[in-house]
């Protein structure tokens, strides 16, 4: 079984794994609506994919906030 002659130092251990990294992803721009979009996806902003389109992208509904929440618990306890 092979075995090192020598312990690695710290400085060689760092200079191989220097090369050991992730590239992060190209991105295209969308034709339609000009955002950055990752290629051969559909855009999730407009919905859009090679000119046509293919999903139906509707507003997000609004988050409720926690004075919203507070109230209807509150209401809740109320009722009980």
Do not use: D, W
């Not at 191989?16 to 992730?22: E, N, S």
């Not at 034709?31 to 999730?44: A, G, S």
């Not at 509904?61 to 509150?74: G, I, L, R, T």
């Amino acid at each position: 079984m092979a075995v090192p002659k020598k312990r690695t130092s710290k400085s060689r251990q760092l200079k191989r794994r220097a090369t050991i990294f992730l590239t992060p992803p190209g991105f295209t721009i969308c034709p339609n609506c000009k955002n950055e979009i990752l290629p051969h996806r559909v855009c999730p902003f407009c919905g859009y994919y090679k000119g046509k389109k293919i999903l139906e992208i509707s507003e997000k509904p609004e988050k409720k906030k926690k004075e919203e929440k507070k109230e209807a618990k509150e209401s809740k306890k109320e009722e009980k």
